[in-house]
């Protein structure tokens, strides 16, 4: 959880960066939602076309909390739980909480805090 608060806020940097630059006809915005648990990796499809891919609801939420990311008005969303998991290890890097929201095919509401 830990390597992918880093890599988010690395993420940010390198497309601040970006848009920095120029080379965009316009500004570039992403979205990423972070979230931790079990989950199933490997490789899924026909012996024609395989991909190596993660599935389970730890990838829904995450992909989940990434959708929702325009609606708090930032570009960088993460589950309680991976804050809990992760939280040791950050170091300088703060997050702001934003309450709990329902997630589309989730029953119970879900923590979330912004990546400031």
């Keep these: 959880a830990a390597d992918a608060v880093r890599a988010a806020v690395q993420m940010r940097r390198a497309l601040a960066e970006y848009n920095a630059s120029g080379k965009a ?27 190596y891919t993660f599935i389970g609801d730890t990838v829904n939420i995450a992909s989940r909390l990434e959708s929702r990311s325009k609606d708090f008005n930032t570009d960088i969303l993460v589950s309680g739980h991976a804050l809990e998991k992760a939280r040791g290890s950050l170091g300088a890097v703060n997050f702001e909480p934003l309450g709990k929201v329902s ?14």
């Design 25 to 51: 006809p316009g500004r570039v915005d992403f979205g990423i939602g972070i979230h931790a648990g079990k989950l199933v990796a490997g490789n899924i499809g026909t012996s024609v076309r395989l991909e």
């Design 103 to 116: 997630l589309k095919g989730k029953t119970e509401q879900i923590e979330i805090y912004k990546l400031q």
